[in-house]
Protein backbone atom coordinates (compact mmCIF):
# COMPACT_ATOMS: atom_id res chain seq x y z
CA UNK A 1 0.00 0.00 0.00
CA UNK A 2 1.39 3.82 -0.32
CA UNK A 3 1.88 6.06 2.02
CA UNK A 4 0.70 9.41 2.27
CA UNK A 5 2.96 12.02 1.52
CA UNK A 6 2.32 15.67 1.46
CA UNK A 7 1.97 16.82 -2.42
CA UNK A 8 5.14 18.38 -4.53
CA UNK A 9 5.51 21.45 -5.21
CA UNK A 10 5.85 22.95 -8.49
CA UNK A 11 9.32 24.64 -9.42
CA UNK A 12 11.45 24.92 -12.24
CA UNK A 13 13.43 21.83 -13.14
CA UNK A 14 16.85 22.29 -12.05
CA UNK A 15 19.68 19.91 -11.41
CA UNK A 16 21.24 20.08 -7.42
CA UNK A 17 24.73 19.96 -7.15
CA UNK A 18 25.02 18.46 -3.91
CA UNK A 19 22.65 15.65 -5.38
CA UNK A 20 24.58 14.82 -7.90
CA UNK A 21 27.59 13.33 -6.73
CA UNK A 22 25.11 10.91 -4.58
CA UNK A 23 23.13 9.96 -7.28
CA UNK A 24 23.89 7.68 -10.77
CA UNK A 25 23.53 8.83 -13.61
CA UNK A 26 20.67 7.17 -15.65
CA UNK A 27 20.87 5.05 -17.98
CA UNK A 28 20.71 4.96 -21.92
CA UNK A 29 17.18 4.23 -23.26
CA UNK A 30 17.46 1.05 -24.84
CA UNK A 31 18.50 1.71 -28.91
CA UNK A 32 20.68 0.42 -30.88
CA UNK A 33 23.63 -1.68 -30.56
CA UNK A 34 27.02 -0.57 -30.41
CA UNK A 35 29.70 -0.93 -33.25
CA UNK A 36 32.81 -3.02 -32.25
CA UNK A 37 35.77 -2.82 -34.38
CA UNK A 38 36.01 -6.22 -36.41
CA UNK A 39 32.74 -7.25 -35.46
CA UNK A 40 29.65 -6.24 -38.13
CA UNK A 41 26.95 -4.37 -36.38
CA UNK A 42 23.53 -6.66 -34.79
CA UNK A 43 20.36 -6.27 -36.47
CA UNK A 44 16.76 -6.46 -35.49
CA UNK A 45 15.16 -9.83 -35.97
CA UNK A 46 12.02 -8.34 -36.87
CA UNK A 47 12.09 -6.49 -40.40
CA UNK A 48 9.75 -2.64 -40.05
CA UNK A 49 6.96 -4.77 -41.84
CA UNK A 50 6.68 -7.63 -39.07
CA UNK A 51 6.91 -5.82 -35.83
CA UNK A 52 4.19 -5.16 -33.76
CA UNK A 53 2.51 -1.85 -34.10
CA UNK A 54 2.76 -0.30 -30.50
CA UNK A 55 1.31 2.72 -31.11
CA UNK A 56 -2.25 0.91 -32.06
CA UNK A 57 -1.51 -1.91 -29.09
CA UNK A 58 -0.97 0.38 -26.47
CA UNK A 59 -3.41 3.51 -27.03
CA UNK A 60 -3.22 6.88 -25.84
CA UNK A 61 -1.71 7.03 -22.04
CA UNK A 62 -3.86 8.39 -19.65
CA UNK A 63 -4.53 12.18 -19.59
CA UNK A 64 -6.71 15.01 -18.40
CA UNK A 65 -8.39 14.38 -15.54
CA UNK A 66 -9.13 11.10 -15.95
CA UNK A 67 -9.18 8.45 -12.78
CA UNK A 68 -6.09 6.76 -14.56
CA UNK A 69 -4.04 9.66 -14.88
CA UNK A 70 -5.65 10.46 -10.89
CA UNK A 71 -3.97 7.19 -9.72
CA UNK A 72 -0.39 7.92 -11.72
CA UNK A 73 -0.17 11.39 -10.24
CA UNK A 74 -1.30 9.13 -6.45
CA UNK A 75 1.57 6.30 -7.09
CA UNK A 76 3.97 8.98 -7.90
CA UNK A 77 3.70 11.29 -4.87
CA UNK A 78 3.41 7.99 -2.36
CA UNK A 79 6.43 6.34 -3.65
CA UNK A 80 8.33 9.30 -2.85
CA UNK A 81 8.12 8.07 0.70
CA UNK A 82 10.59 5.12 -0.25
CA UNK A 83 13.51 7.59 -0.74
CA UNK A 84 15.93 5.81 2.32
CA UNK A 85 14.11 2.00 2.16
CA UNK A 86 15.71 -1.29 0.72
CA UNK A 87 13.15 -0.58 -2.26
CA UNK A 88 14.73 2.42 -3.20
CA UNK A 89 18.21 0.97 -2.93
CA UNK A 90 16.87 -1.79 -5.32
CA UNK A 91 15.45 0.77 -7.93
CA UNK A 92 18.64 2.21 -7.96
CA UNK A 93 20.38 -0.33 -8.39
CA UNK A 94 17.51 -1.26 -11.53
CA UNK A 95 18.39 1.66 -13.13
CA UNK A 96 21.04 -0.04 -15.57
CA UNK A 97 19.73 -2.15 -18.51
CA UNK A 98 20.68 -3.78 -21.18
CA UNK A 99 21.23 -8.02 -21.92
CA UNK A 100 24.18 -7.72 -19.84
CA UNK A 101 22.56 -6.10 -16.47
CA UNK A 102 19.23 -7.84 -16.87
CA UNK A 103 20.71 -11.12 -17.21
CA UNK A 104 23.19 -10.13 -14.07
CA UNK A 105 19.32 -9.16 -11.96
CA UNK A 106 18.04 -13.08 -13.21
CA UNK A 107 21.18 -14.35 -11.43
CA UNK A 108 19.26 -15.21 -8.23
CA UNK A 109 16.18 -16.40 -10.25
CA UNK A 110 18.57 -19.34 -12.50
CA UNK A 111 20.76 -19.69 -9.18
CA UNK A 112 24.10 -18.65 -10.38
CA UNK A 113 25.65 -15.92 -12.23
CA UNK A 114 26.30 -16.60 -16.17
CA UNK A 115 29.75 -15.49 -17.22
CA UNK A 116 28.79 -14.13 -20.09
CA UNK A 117 31.81 -14.45 -22.32
CA UNK A 118 30.84 -17.83 -21.71
CA UNK A 119 27.67 -17.36 -23.60
CA UNK A 120 28.27 -16.31 -27.16
CA UNK A 121 24.56 -17.22 -27.88
CA UNK A 122 22.64 -16.34 -25.01
CA UNK A 123 23.99 -12.79 -25.53
CA UNK A 124 23.38 -12.63 -29.10
CA UNK A 125 19.90 -13.68 -28.73
CA UNK A 126 19.25 -10.92 -26.34
CA UNK A 127 21.29 -8.08 -27.76
CA UNK A 128 19.64 -8.92 -30.95
CA UNK A 129 15.94 -9.12 -29.33
CA UNK A 130 16.88 -5.68 -27.37
CA UNK A 131 17.00 -3.88 -31.10
CA UNK A 132 13.16 -5.36 -31.57
CA UNK A 133 12.58 -4.30 -28.23
CA UNK A 134 13.60 -0.58 -29.14
CA UNK A 135 11.67 -0.45 -32.41
CA UNK A 136 8.81 -0.87 -30.36
CA UNK A 137 8.67 1.59 -27.62
CA UNK A 138 10.24 4.11 -29.94
CA UNK A 139 7.30 4.58 -32.20
CA UNK A 140 4.83 5.14 -29.44
CA UNK A 141 7.64 7.53 -27.37
CA UNK A 142 7.45 9.86 -30.35
CA UNK A 143 3.54 9.60 -31.34
CA UNK A 144 2.66 10.63 -27.72
CA UNK A 145 5.47 12.40 -25.98
CA UNK A 146 4.59 11.78 -22.63
CA UNK A 147 6.27 13.57 -20.36
CA UNK A 148 8.30 11.75 -17.01
CA UNK A 149 6.82 12.36 -13.72
CA UNK A 150 9.69 14.62 -12.51
CA UNK A 151 9.27 17.00 -14.83
CA UNK A 152 7.93 20.51 -13.43
CA UNK A 153 8.51 19.25 -9.54
CA UNK A 154 11.43 19.05 -7.87
CA UNK A 155 9.99 15.90 -6.26
CA UNK A 156 12.96 13.35 -4.91
CA UNK A 157 14.19 10.88 -8.00
CA UNK A 158 17.26 7.84 -7.94
CA UNK A 159 18.97 9.68 -10.35
CA UNK A 160 20.46 12.83 -11.37
CA UNK A 161 18.29 15.02 -13.10
CA UNK A 162 19.62 15.96 -16.57
CA UNK A 163 17.78 17.64 -19.36
CA UNK A 164 18.21 14.74 -21.39
CA UNK A 165 16.64 12.32 -18.99
CA UNK A 166 14.37 15.11 -18.63
CA UNK A 167 13.43 15.61 -22.65
CA UNK A 168 13.25 11.60 -22.73
CA UNK A 169 9.42 10.86 -23.05
CA UNK A 170 7.69 8.59 -20.90
CA UNK A 171 5.24 6.26 -22.68
CA UNK A 172 5.60 3.11 -22.30
CA UNK A 173 8.61 2.24 -19.96
CA UNK A 174 11.63 0.86 -22.05
CA UNK A 175 13.13 -0.50 -19.07
CA UNK A 176 10.06 -2.21 -18.09
CA UNK A 177 9.45 -3.55 -21.81
CA UNK A 178 12.86 -4.73 -22.00
CA UNK A 179 12.57 -6.78 -18.38
CA UNK A 180 9.13 -8.17 -19.73
CA UNK A 181 10.47 -9.26 -23.02
CA UNK A 182 13.49 -10.98 -21.51
CA UNK A 183 11.60 -12.58 -18.58
CA UNK A 184 9.38 -14.30 -21.37
CA UNK A 185 12.99 -15.19 -23.55
CA UNK A 186 14.61 -16.79 -20.35
CA UNK A 187 11.26 -18.26 -19.40
CA UNK A 188 11.04 -19.83 -22.64
CA UNK A 189 14.67 -21.16 -21.88
CA UNK A 190 14.04 -22.43 -18.59
CA UNK A 191 10.61 -23.28 -18.24
CA UNK A 192 10.59 -24.78 -14.54
CA UNK A 193 11.63 -21.03 -13.68
CA UNK A 194 9.48 -19.15 -15.72
CA UNK A 195 7.19 -17.42 -12.70
CA UNK A 196 10.42 -16.39 -10.83
CA UNK A 197 11.44 -14.73 -13.97
CA UNK A 198 8.15 -12.84 -14.32
CA UNK A 199 8.50 -11.95 -10.79
CA UNK A 200 11.75 -10.62 -11.03
CA UNK A 201 10.59 -8.78 -14.11
CA UNK A 202 7.63 -7.34 -12.57
CA UNK A 203 9.86 -5.81 -9.77
CA UNK A 204 12.62 -4.51 -12.10
CA UNK A 205 9.74 -2.43 -14.24
CA UNK A 206 7.85 -1.17 -10.56
CA UNK A 207 11.76 0.00 -9.58
CA UNK A 208 11.05 2.82 -12.45
CA UNK A 209 8.04 4.04 -10.60
CA UNK A 210 9.56 3.70 -7.09
CA UNK A 211 12.89 6.05 -8.87
CA UNK A 212 10.26 8.45 -10.02
CA UNK A 213 10.84 7.93 -13.54
CA UNK A 214 7.90 6.61 -15.25
CA UNK A 215 4.46 6.72 -14.41
CA UNK A 216 2.40 3.83 -13.72
CA UNK A 217 1.32 3.30 -16.54
CA UNK A 218 3.99 3.25 -18.78
CA UNK A 219 5.11 0.48 -16.75
CA UNK A 220 2.17 -1.58 -17.62
CA UNK A 221 2.21 -0.65 -21.08
CA UNK A 222 5.55 -1.81 -21.37
CA UNK A 223 4.19 -5.35 -20.61
CA UNK A 224 2.07 -5.18 -23.08
CA UNK A 225 4.52 -3.93 -25.34
CA UNK A 226 6.65 -6.93 -24.44
CA UNK A 227 4.06 -9.38 -25.20
CA UNK A 228 3.62 -8.22 -28.36
CA UNK A 229 7.11 -8.03 -29.41
CA UNK A 230 7.47 -11.97 -27.90
CA UNK A 231 4.48 -13.25 -29.67
CA UNK A 232 5.99 -11.51 -33.07
CA UNK A 233 9.51 -12.97 -32.29
CA UNK A 234 8.55 -16.48 -31.81
CA UNK A 235 6.90 -16.47 -35.34
CA UNK A 236 10.61 -15.48 -36.99
CA UNK A 237 12.63 -18.27 -37.86
CA UNK A 238 16.26 -16.41 -37.17
CA UNK A 239 14.85 -16.04 -33.35
CA UNK A 240 13.78 -19.65 -32.95
CA UNK A 241 17.29 -21.06 -34.34
CA UNK A 242 18.89 -18.69 -32.32
CA UNK A 243 16.76 -19.56 -29.06
CA UNK A 244 17.99 -23.13 -29.31
CA UNK A 245 21.17 -22.37 -29.89
CA UNK A 246 21.15 -20.45 -26.62
CA UNK A 247 18.90 -22.97 -24.69
CA UNK A 248 21.63 -25.99 -25.45
CA UNK A 249 24.21 -23.07 -24.46
CA UNK A 250 22.50 -22.39 -20.94
CA UNK A 251 21.69 -25.90 -20.86
CA UNK A 252 25.74 -26.23 -19.96
CA UNK A 253 26.37 -23.59 -18.52
CA UNK A 254 24.06 -24.19 -15.74
CA UNK A 255 25.14 -28.03 -15.13
CA UNK A 256 28.40 -27.45 -14.76
CA UNK A 257 27.67 -24.89 -12.16
CA UNK A 258 28.87 -21.06 -11.46
CA UNK A 259 29.54 -18.38 -9.38
CA UNK A 260 26.87 -17.99 -6.39
CA UNK A 261 24.89 -14.68 -6.86
CA UNK A 262 24.95 -12.47 -3.77
CA UNK A 263 22.98 -13.72 -1.39
CA UNK A 264 21.90 -9.96 0.25
CA UNK A 265 21.02 -9.04 -3.20
CA UNK A 266 18.70 -11.89 -3.35
CA UNK A 267 17.02 -11.31 -0.31
CA UNK A 268 16.75 -8.00 -1.20
CA UNK A 269 14.75 -8.87 -4.13
CA UNK A 270 12.66 -11.42 -2.80
CA UNK A 271 11.45 -8.86 -0.18
CA UNK A 272 10.68 -6.50 -3.16
CA UNK A 273 8.76 -9.05 -4.81
CA UNK A 274 6.51 -9.60 -1.85
CA UNK A 275 5.78 -6.36 -1.29
CA UNK A 276 5.00 -5.10 -5.42
CA UNK A 277 4.07 -1.49 -5.76
CA UNK A 278 1.34 -1.46 -8.07
Request: glycine share 6%.
Amino acid sequence: MFLAVAPIGVVPLRVLAQEAAQKPASAPAVGVAPLTPGKPARMPYLSEAQAPDTVAILGAPPRGQSAAEAADKAAFVATRALKGTPRWALATTDVADGASAILDDFACVIGQRIEQSRAPALMTLLERARLDIAQATRGPKLHYRRLRPFVGNDAEICVMRTSDLGNAFSFPSSHATQAWTYAAIMAALMPEKATQFFVRARSYGESRIVCGLHWASDIEAGRTAASAVFAALQGNAGFRADLEKARAELGKLVSAGGPVPDQAICAREEAAAREPVL
